[in-house]
Nanobody, 114 residues
Framework: QVQLVESGGGWVQPGGSLRLSCAAS????????MSWYRQAPGKERELVAR????????DYGDSVKGRFTISRDDGKFTVYLQMNDLKTEDTAEYYC???????WGKGTQVAVSS
């Protein structure tokens, strides 16, 4: 059974930073593309970032390019999302996703406000 557990969310002022973590279990982690999605109230879930199995290739949603960085540590079965220069529009529930296993975490809340 695949489990994805997010952590690191919280409240931050605009311009601040947070690092989200997603700890995975129940899958051969290094073999899977991993991604982060987010969903704001009243909006559809959207892709934030995606990382290849080797970590050599990454993709980002247009709204976070240049501010967010996805990375992975296969030894720790963990994928990270470093979020810098946060904006109020980044407020959302952030979800970890393993597409090939159709697995989702339960999410971690990020709130950006002054």
């Amino acid at each position: 059974q695949v489990q994805l557990v997010e952590s690191g969310g919280g409240w931050v002022q605009p311009g601040g930073s947070l690092r989200l973590s997603c700890a995975a279990s129940g899958l051969a982690f290094s073999m899977y593309v991993m991604s982060w999605y987010r969903q704001a109230p009243g909006k559809e879930r959207e892709l934030v970032a995606r990382i290849s199995t080797t970590g050599a290739s990454t993709d980002y949603g247009d709204s976070v390019k240049g501010r967010f960085t996805i990375s992975r540590d296969d030894g720790k079965f963990t994928v990270y999302l470093q979020m810098n220069d946060l904006k109020t529009e980044d407020t959302a529930e952030y979800y970890c996703h393993a597409p090939a296993r159709k697995a989702w975490g339960k999410g971690t809340q990020v709130a950006v406000s002054s």
